[in-house]
């Protein structure tokens, strides 16, 4: 655990997904609030088909939707910590990588995953 899920809309910009993931797990993984790097799991899924409002046919706006899943027992500020975290990641990464062609909104939320919650590793 933690479970990173990205969402991007196609006008944003990633020049390279896995930097851009290994940045974002790195900073997780600053925070120590994680037994180990491994335990991270972050993954990106591209949108094909998206809307920002009720008319922007030329899709000047887009977003990047990170969704944290993380085990039960951290306090709400823990929880909002890691938001943060995650928001000033997402925005630095992001800043270097745009061409202005998209204004883009940074969601994050983070949640605690459910009591049944099975993981088996194998080798």
């Given amino acids: 655990m933690p479970h990173l ?17 290994k940045e974002l797990n790195q900073a997780l993984w600053d925070s120590g609030h994680f037994g180990k790097p491994a335990d991270i799991k972050a ?5 094909e088909t998206f ?12 977003f990047v939707y ?5 085990m039960s027992g951290r306090d709400e500020v823990i929880r909002h910590q ?6 000033a990641a997402i925005e630095e990464s ?3 990588q745009q061409s202005g062609r998209a204004d883009i909104q940074i969601c ?6 459910s009591a049944i919650y099975h993981k088996k590793m194998l080798s």
């Fill in 43 to 47: 993954r990106i899924v591209p949108i």
């Fill in 5 to 21: 899920t990205i969402q991007v809309t196609p006008n944003v910009t990633i020049t390279h997904e896995e930097s851009f993931l």
């Fill in 82 to 87: 890691l938001a943060e975290l995650l928001t």
């Fill in 66 to 70: 990170a969704y944290l899943k993380i």
């Fill in 51 to 62: 809307l920002v409002g009720v008319e922007d046919d030329e899709q000047r706006n887009g």
């Fill in 94 to 96: 992001l800043n270097a």
């Fill in 108 to 113: 994050v939320e983070v949640e605690e995953i």
